[in-house]
T-cell receptor, first 115, second 111 residues
Framework: GAVVSQHPSWVICKSGTSVKIECRSL??????MFWYRQFPKQSLMLMAT?????????EQGVEKDKFLINHASLTLSTLTVTSAHPEDSSFYIC???????????FGDGTRLSIL | GQNIDQPTEMTATEGAIVQINCTYQ??????LFWYQQHAGEAPTFLSY????GLEEKGRFSSFLSRSKGYSYLLLKELQMKDSASYLC????????????FGQGTELSVKP
């Protein structure tokens, strides 16, 4: 149980392109999902908390208009990196848990490279 | 605020035992988690402590002392594949249940 799927695994695109990343909970419903970013040799940095049916909660310093989050169903959250630039190149990972008291499980991550 | 400290890197020998420590400060403690992350991959869940004591899962054990703000992850019978980064994370109910991660401990297992 508690399987989290993330798609795509890799994205390479030109500067200025918008990129959508999907995070799905396959065998459970998740009212809350989390989006992280990780640069090489660094730890996970929480970007935002995705809340089903309501607006996401963004961490300080994360531009909500740059990183659009939609959590339209109990099994799907999407992160859209709008007008991506080379400095947005990173490893993006989502997580979800089966309940507030349960461990978070991570998707496989999406490696984004902006040329 | 929250503060989580763990050693940056450790080295151990195949077949040995290694203990990775984690200390934390948080206002609304609601669980401590250990994750393993291999290079280029996403973290995978190892263990979870919310009450004091030892949780054992095969070769991996995790200990928690809430009064001391301290946890450790114990890895027994080390294998080469255990070389990875080990992340300590604390959940804070004052922060909406989100996880706060430490910087991770890079473990190198040598033959």
């Amino acid at each position: 149980g508690a399987v989290v799927s993330q798609h795509p695994s890799w994205v390479i695109c030109k500067s200025g392109t918008s990129v959508k990343i999907e995070c799905r909970s396959l065998d459970f419903q998740a009212t809350t999902m989390f989006w992280y970013r990780q640069f090489p040799k660094q730890s996970l940095m929480l970007m935002a908390t995705s809340n089903e049916g309501s607006k996401a909660t963004y961490e300080q310093g994360v531009e909500k208009d740059k990183f659009l989050i939609n959590h339209a169903s109990l099994t799907l959250s999407t992160l859209t990196v709008t007008s991506a630039h080379p400095e947005d190149s990173s490893f993006y990972i989502c997580s979800a848990g089966q309940g507030a008291e349960q461990p978070q499980h991570f998707g496989d991550g999406t490696r984004l490279s902006i040329l | 605020g929250q503060n989580i400290d763990q050693p940056t890197e450790m080295t151990a020998t195949e077949g040995a035992i290694v203990q990775i420590n984690c200390t934390y400060q948080t206002s609304g403690f609601n669980g401590l988690f250990w994750y393993q992350q291999h290079a280029g991959e996403a973290p995978t869940f190892l263990s979870y402590n919310v009450l004091d004591g030892l949780e054992e899962k095969g070769r991996f054990s995790s200990f928690l002392s809430r009064s001391k703000g301290y946890s450790y992850l114990l890895l027994k019978e080390l294998q080469m594949k255990d070389s990875a980064s080990y992340l300590c994370a604390v959940r804070d109910y004052n922060q909406g249940g989100k996880l706060i991660f430490g910087q991770g401990t890079e473990l190198s297992v040598k033959p």
